[in-house]
Every structure is written in structure tokens, then in C-alpha cells.
């Protein structure tokens, strides 16, 4: 069974300073690896996803994540948060088997405040 | 930009009766899905759907539910006969092939409130 861990029901960082949102994960096999937001009363955005390559990825609104196999962790960053990145940000995990469609596993969610 | 669409967005009904949420995907995706979000929990996977079938479903996914692509455009979920715990956010997502292998990035729509009274 695939699982996702996200430690922090919220997290509290200030305008301009850096922030992370903790994710660790456990699955079978290679993980494919996403983090989605979700604004109030609105639906799942897709920020960011790890496939394979480069521990380091990038995504949308300045956000990257970065993948630590040993650890099993798939912390969300950003050098400098906005207020406008407050929100409810989601960690979700897929095992990278081949032949087709995986099912995805979501965590519990993080409310990120970002205080002005 | 293409985006997956719900209807309606809210939707109130009465214990026991039907109801049917229904979800435009992104036209060249192939992969469906039901989520819902009971309020304050996680993201739960109800159903995948793929080439008119079901592909996996989960323990919520019993009898009372039930998926459908009516058309080429739209998919919807029907629940038979709602019970107070199907209120929920019920979130349709959709993913593409690519060279005829699924790819990984579901896109979500904005979800449709259901409330069971």
C-alpha cells in the first residue's frame, strides 16, 4: 500500500521569508511524486511533480520541491513567501510502475499561513 | 488553457435520493477519475475509469455508486441513494496518453459540493 505523510496540519511563515511544507511518502517501487493547492472553495491546482532526473524540480508560482529517496521526503519551498500563498497545499504520491495507470494518494494537507 | 469542468457546483438533496455529478474532462484525455474530500480530511480516490470501464475502485466506491461517459464528452458519477456521509466535495479529475501510455499528472476540476440533509 502506497502512503503520504505530511507532518504539519499548518504552517505559519512570514511575507518574504522562506517556507517548507514537509512530505514524506511510501510506496512500492519508483514514486512518482506531486504537489497539488487548493484555494478555498476551489478545486486541486498542480504545482509541481517528480518522475525522475534532477532531485530538484521546479513548478508554478516560484515553488520547487525536493526529492530525497534516502529520506523518503518530498518537501515543498519557496525562497520567498507571499501572502497569496496562503493556502491548503497537498502532497500525493503514484507508484512509477510500467504498464499504465496508477492510483494517486493523497495526504492529509497542509494550511500554509503566510503572515504579513 | 484546457480545464476539467463540473456540474452543478453545489447541489443540495434529501437522504435516499439520487443525484448525478456530472464532469466535462480536458477533451484529449483519456483517464478519469471521482475523488471527494469529506470537509476537513484528505482527498479520497473513489473510482478510474478507462476505455468505458472501471479501472480500480476504492472501499467507498460500493453498490450505491456507479460511473458513466454517456457521451464524448462528459463523465459523471451517480450516487443511488445518498446517506447523510456522501456530503462531501466530489472532485472529477482526468489524465492523458501519451503514445498510448497513460501519463501521471491528474488535473483536477473545482469540485461540486454535495450536501445530504
Known amino acids: 500500500a502506497q502512503s503520504v505523510a505530511q507532518p504539519e496540519d499548518q504552517v505559519n511563515v512570514a511575507e518574504g521569508n522562506p517556507l517548507t511544507v514537509k512530505c514524506t511518502y511510501s510506496?512500492?517501487?519508483?514514486?512518482?511524486l506531486f504537489w497539488y493547492v487548493q484555494y478555498p472553495n476551489r478545486g486541486l491546482q498542480f504545482l509541481l511533480k517528480?518522475?525522475?532526473?534532477?532531485?530538484l524540480v521546479k513548478g508554478s508560482y516560484g515553488f520547487e520541491a525536493e526529492f530525497n529517496k534516502s529520506q523518503t521526503s518530498f518537501h515543498l519551498k519557496k525562497p520567498s513567501a507571499l501572502v497569496s500563498d496562503s493556502a491548503l497545499y497537498f502532497c500525493?504520491?503514484?507508484?512509477?510502475?510500467?504498464?499504465?495507470?496508477?492510483?494517486?494518494?493523497f495526504g492529509t494537507g497542509t494550511k500554509l499561513q503566510v503572515i504579513p | 488553457e484546457p480545464e476539467v469542468t463540473q456540474t452543478p457546483s453545489h447541489q443540495v438533496t434529501q437522504m435516499g435520493q439520487e443525484v448525478i455529478l456530472r464532469c466535462v474532462p480536458i477533451?484529449?484525455?483519456?483517464?478519469f477519475y471521482w475523488y471527494r474530500q469529506i470537509l476537513g480530511q484528505k482527498v479520497e480516490f473513489l473510482v478510474s475509469?478507462?476505455?468505458?470501464?472501471?479501472?480500480?475502485k476504492s472501499e467507498i466506491f460500493d453498490d450505491q455508486f456507479s460511473v458513466e461517459r454517456p457521451d464524448g464528452s462528459n463523465f459523471t458519477l451517480k450516487i443511488r441513494s445518498t446517506k447523510l456521509e456522501d456530503s462531501a466535495m466530489y472532485f472529477c479529475?482526468?489524465?492523458?496518453?501519451?503514445?498510448?501510455?497513460?501519463?501521471?499528472?491528474?488535473?483536477f476540476g473545482p469540485g461540486t459540493r454535495l450536501l445530504v440533509l
Open positions: 479529475a482526468s489524465s492523458r496518453t501519451s503514445g498510448g501510455v497513460w501519463q501521471e499528472t491528474q488535473y
Open positions: 510506496v512500492s517501487g519508483n514514486p512518482y
Open positions: 517528480y518522475i525522475t532526473g534532477d532531485n
Open positions: 500525493a504520491v503514484t507508484a512509477g510502475l510500467s504498464g499504465g495507470y496508477q492510483k494517486v494518494t
Open positions: 477533451s484529449n484525455h483519456l483517464y
Open positions: 475509469f478507462y476505455n468505458n470501464e472501471i479501472s480500480e
